[in-house]
């Protein structure tokens, strides 16, 4: 049995699985900075200084509500912090564009390798020399008439 997993451990798929595992994760955080500390500003300029993060409604009735989430979750409140998934909608949108433009490129070589890949069709053979004779002999009484 200890062979059996080895042998699937080491199953080149298996690899290559946990190889895009460790990448996906280290794109995520490049992502989740992208998206906070780049788009996510200019955006909030545009509509007037807004930073989706810090949108939530309190959950419970009555009291003042907090001045921010952050606020809010030292203070032990129930929220819901929308504006979080505001910006998880956003980092996915992007994660979901740039994958779709690698995966893009990455089909576009694999055709362009499959086409050079493929032999070249060869030159048909040369008719056999009874049929060169027979078609001059054709020509030629063509030619008479």
């Keep these: 049995m200890l062979k059996e997993f080895r042998e699937f451990a080491l199953k080149g798929n298996v690899v290559d699985l946990a190889v895009g595992i460790i ?11 992208l998206v906070n500390d780049i788009i996510m500003p200019p955006i909030g300029v545009l509509m007037g200084g807004l930073d989706f993060s810090n949108y939530f409604v309190v959950l419970t009735l009555g ?35 740039a994958l779709f433009f690698v995966i893009r490129q990455m089909n ?12 070249t069709p060869e030159a048909p053979a040369a008719p056999p020399r009874q049929e060169i004779l027979l078609e001059e002999i054709r020509d030629l009484l063509k030619a008479r008439d």
């Design 108 to 119: 576009a070589l694999r055709r362009r390798f499959e086409a050079q890949d493929q032999p």
């Design 63 to 97: 009291g003042e509500a907090p001045a921010s989430l952050t606020a809010a979750k030292d203070a032990g409140i129930p929220v819901l912090a929308y504006g979080r998934f505001i910006n998880a909608l956003i980092n996915f949108a992007i994660v979901a564009w």
């Design 23 to 33: 990448i996906g994760a280290a794109f995520t955080g490049i992502v989740t900075s």
